[in-house]
């Protein structure tokens, strides 16, 4: 017999000396073995990878759910990427869910096939550059294209990948403000994205260079130049790349130390004000005869109330409008920024466009939306709004084998996707991977002209803000027309671009399938 027992301590007080004799036991263990009690760290360390795998539910995680990364993945795997037993979304209780109103009798119904869809070019329904008159405007093949990602934050693989998928797919590939590498030269055609460090066109003091961009114009196939002002998710602060990420390879493309940290400007030094930007867009576009737009994420309303104001006149203006949402991603930036600073892409883009739109300019300028809308609910929502184009950075990221780890601002990305170090770039195969984003893309591209022709019309440009409604729960649901403040004919293409991509989008057939045409 236990000997405490005998003396009549009482049950409870034997199983708290108990418990703690093992404390202290466990305890001496850790000091003994400081590996064991180290072991705490390696778990935090992959803890990303465990939450998403093993613990996380399919609507939990962020940025993007285990349902969201299932469908990029079967997609860009060509597999069955179909959901069964319904939605598990918790419909019934959550606030802002999107819900896209179908039509019950259409002139363009949509194929129930799978696959069906995918090998449909869908153009913008407007042309870049046309309504100011530039010497290269042209019509886009594709309204989703390859957003700016940097080589330098993206591997030379993933690069490629990127690169060959976008020209298998027909799409536009987004070089990022870290400047043109051979990397981007895979066939694809390119928007050259011009930032606040000017990679790729500055002098040897770092300053913007316009002979070495024009003739760095005329040596690619560059469509069109973007001129990068802020960024969804690092705005009011210039591009970083950790230096342990800047290869030797790195700094001779971008002009800067091997192995040291690269942060860009915060601003430009070639303009310094909305009179100024507009001047150096005309020049811009003069020299090179290309389209020229800027991109830039929303704040302050005043930049936008005196670029639209200055635009009035129809002498000087830019030719596309990136919107940038706070929801997009980056390689690296701090918290607070990534978090908290610029608006969602949604109620950022209804105020731009309606300045726009108020102003009697938004038929002139084509828009493009960037800020994780590569799935199609999003996108749809998009285009709803007004978005002409779109364009897509991480999605394309996980059809080249991302795991969402969330390690890109370390270096040591496990798939290689978002690493410099050659033994983690190794195991990203370009051929397989430029296949999946192509697929992806197609993919998307599929689900946007099924939504499509479920509402009635034949382009996704088409679909209004009155086919989208968000709902709060069970309680009540808005259309985006009521939740922005949108009057009848905002978000659509101008009467005559609606004509022509109907006619494009259904040969043979005559008059537009917008409202007009709608049972």
């Not at 936008?304 to 997009?328: A, H, K, N, P």
């Not at 102003?359 to 749809?380: C, H, M, Q, W, Y």
Request: net charge neutral.
């Amino acid at each position: 017999m236990d000997w405490r027992k005998a003396v009549g301590i009482p049950a409870a007080a034997v199983a708290a000396v108990a418990s703690y004799d093992l404390l202290q036991r466990k305890h001496s263990l850790l000091r003994n073995f400081p590996v064991i009690g180290h072991a705490r760290y390696f778990i935090e360390a992959i803890g990303p990878e465990l939450r998403q795998y093993i613990v996380a539910g399919n609507d939990e995680e962020r940025p993007f759910t285990r349902d969201q990364r299932r469908w990029i993945y079967a997609s860009a795997k060509q597999q069955n990427n179909t959901f069964g037993f319904g939605t598990d979304n918790d419909i019934e209780r959550t606030d802002g869910y999107t819900v896209i109103k179908h039509r019950t009798f259409s002139q363009v119904p949509p194929s129930a096939a799978p696959h069906s869809g995918e090998d449909v070019a869908i153009p913008s329904a407007k042309i870049l550059g046309g309504p100011r008159g530039r010497a290269k405007a042209f019509r886009p093949g594709s309204v989703v294209n390859i957003s700016a990602m940097s080589f330098g934050s993206l591997s030379a693989a993933a690069v490629v990948a990127m690169n060959k998928g976008a020209a298998a797919a027909g799409c536009l590939h987004n070089t990022g403000e870290g400047g043109l590498s051979p990397y981007h030269r895979n066939g694809a055609d390119l928007v050259f994205q011009i930032g606040t460090a000017y990679f790729g066109c500055r002098d040897a003091d770092g300053r913007f260079d316009l002979d070495r961009l024009v003739a760095l114009t005329e040596s690619a196939p560059i469509k069109a130049l973007e001129i990068k002002l802020s960024q969804g998710a690092k705005p009011g602060l210039g591009g970083l790349l950790p230096g342990a990420k800047v290869t030797e390879e790195i700094a001779g493309i971008r002009g800067v130390p091997a192995g040291r940290d690269v942060v860009s400007p915060s601003r430009h030094t070639a303009f310094h004000d909305v009179d100024t930007l507009l001047d150096f867009v005309e020049l811009l576009a003069a020299r090179t005869g290309l389209p020229v737009g800027i991109k830039a994420a929303v704040g302050d309303p005043r930049f936008w109330q005196v670029l639209v104001d200055r635009m009035r006149s129809g002498e000087r203006g830019v030719d596309f409008v990136t919107i940038d949402g706070g929801e997009g991603g980056t390689g690296a930036a701090p918290l607070v920024f990534a978090d908290t600073v610029s608006l969602p892409f949604r109620s950022g883009f209804a105020r731009v466009y309606r300045q726009f739109a108020e102003a009697g300019l938004a038929e002139r300028v084509t828009f493009i939306g960037s800020g994780k809308l590569g799935l199609p609910d999003n996108a749809v929502a998009a285009m709803a709004l007004g978005c002409d184009m779109l364009n897509v950075a991480r999605e394309p990221m996980f059809a080249v084998g991302c795991i969402q780890a969330q390690k890109c601002h370390t270096d040591t990305c496990p798939t290689g996707v978002a690493s410099q170090k050659p033994w983690l770039q190794r195991g990203l195969d370009v051929p397989s991977k430029a296949d999946r984003v192509e697929q992806y893309l197609r993919a998307l591209r599929r689900d946007l002209l099924k939504v499509s022709q479920g509402c009635g019309v034949a382009h996704p440009s088409l679909i209004t803000s009155d086919d989208v409604e968000i709902a709060d729960g069970n309680r009540r649901s808005v259309t985006l027309t009521e939740l922005y403040g949108y009057r009848e004919g905002w978000g659509l293409p101008g009467p005559t671009d609606q004509e022509e991509i109907t006619r494009i989008m259904t040969p043979g057939a005559s008059g537009s399938t917008g409202a007009a045409t709608r049972y």
